[in-house]
Nanobody, 124 residues
């Protein structure tokens, strides 16, 4: 069964940090780009950051550049999103996503697999 399972969300104060994890199973990890989308109430879905597990190329939305870092542990089939200097506008449901494509295409919305989501709440 193809599956992405997120963890690491929670409540944090503005300026704080959280690390999200996405554990992948049921597919060949190296064949996929994997990343994170988020959706806040009343807002459109946004591609936050994506990474190619084969060549390590990355994509970041302008809104998170310099604050978020995506990484991949291929031995564990897991992708991480380190989120620093969190702002109230980062509050959203964060979803792990994957597709057999390049990172820019995945982060623009071409999704084949997605997880259940994990909630990140940043209090101001």
């Amino acid at each position: 069964e193809v599956q992405l399972v997120e963890s690491g969300g929670g409540l944090v104060q503005a300026g704080g940090s959280l690390r999200l994890s996405c554990a992948a199973s049921g597919f060949t990890f190296d064949d996929y780009a994997i990343g994170w989308f988020r959706q806040a109430p009343g807002k459109e879905r946004e591609g936050v950051s994506c990474i190619s597990s084969s060549d390590g190329s990355t994509y970041y939305a302008d809104s998170v550049k310099g604050r978020f870092t995506i990484s991949s542990d291929n031995a564990k089939n897991t992708v991480y999103l380190q989120m620093n200097s969190l702002k109230s506008e980062d509050t959203a449901e964060y979803y792990c996503v994957a597709a057999r494509t390049v990172v820019a295409t995945l982060c623009s919305g071409y999704l084949e697999v997605w997880g259940q989501g994990t909630l990140v709440t940043v209090s101001s």
